[in-house]
């Protein structure tokens, strides 16, 4: 396991992009997410459309939009001095098929603890 950067975590506003670029897989690099806002308990992403991210109909990939989801909940669980562990559990419904358009993530811890529930929104 390697050390993180001095200062690295908890994640704030101020270190996200240092954090992101240190974490995660260059596959969730690549699909390009921008406008990071970050505070204690709180993250939010765009994800910017693109046709990689497509299927041959239009729509969204849904494990694209899980990817975000992930990638938004890791990082909002990492903004105070007591980080979490292990993986984010996620129970997603699809309403209807996501297409042409950006997306906002947003998580948001709603307790931290031994089982911290999240609210997430896309």
């Not at 309403?95 to 950006?102: I, K």
């Amino acid at each position: 396991m390697t050390t993180p950067p001095e200062g690295l975590f908890p994640i704030t506003h101020y270190t996200v992009h240092a954090a992101f670029d240190w974490v995660f897989a260059p596959s969730i690099k690549e699909m390009g997410f921008t406008d990071f806002v970050v505070r204690e308990g709180f993250c939010s992403i765009r994800l910017p459309m693109n046709d990689r991210l497509r299927f041959f109909s239009g729509a969204v990939c849904g494990q694209a939009l899980m990817a975000a989801i992930d990638t938004a909940a890791s990082i909002a669980t990492e903004t105070t001095a007591r980080p979490g562990k292990g993986a984010v559990y996620q129970h997603t419904h699809f309403l209807r098929p996501a297409a042409n358009d950006d997306f906002r993530i947003k998580a948001t811890m709603r307790r931290f603890g031994k089982q911290a529930p999240m609210s997430i929104a896309a």
